[in-house]
């Protein structure tokens, strides 16, 4: 396997940088109106304790747009909720020391699928659907 160096991350061709991030997402059982997410940094594909900022945000579709369709975000019992860019939808929050976010997403009204996405760093880590019936 050959190596080459980009300047700041060593990486074998064929294989993750040394240091590759991604967030694992689990997607609770709905609970009356209620879903638990819960979002874990990960590097190489094991937890990474740390904290981090994770930029989470929902829509309609996998990788659509934003919307908030009676759909409401709050954080659960791991991580900070930083700030809210848009109500309810485009939310920034930070992991407690172990990587780890906890947020719960409640819908009221009409059911419908959801969809929440993760940012961290430069990628898009999406949930996958979030079916309220």
């Given amino acids: 396997m050959s190596e080459f160096d980009t300047g700041t991350l060593r990486v074998s061709a064929g294989s993750y940088p040394d240091r590759f991030r991604s967030i694992k997402t689990t997607v609770g059982d709905q609970a009356t109106h209620d879903m638990t997410i819960t979002f874990q940094v990960q590097e190489r594909g094991e937890d990474l304790a740390g904290y981090f900022k994770i930029n989470v945000w929902q829509g309609a579709a996998q990788y659509g747009a934003g919307s908030t369709t009676n759909t409401t975000l709050a954080i659960g019992s791991s991580g900070v909720e930083l700030k809210e860019l848009e109500t309810d939808n485009n939310v920034i929050y ?14 009221s009204g009409t059911k419908s699928s959801r969809y929440l996405r993760a940012y961290l760093g430069s990628e898009v880590y999406p949930s996958g659907v979030l079916a309220f019936v």
Avoid: F, K, M, P
Wanted: charged share 20%; glycine share 8%.
């Fill in 94 to 107: 930070e992991t407690d020391s172990t990587g780890e976010l906890i947020i719960t997403a409640t819908q």
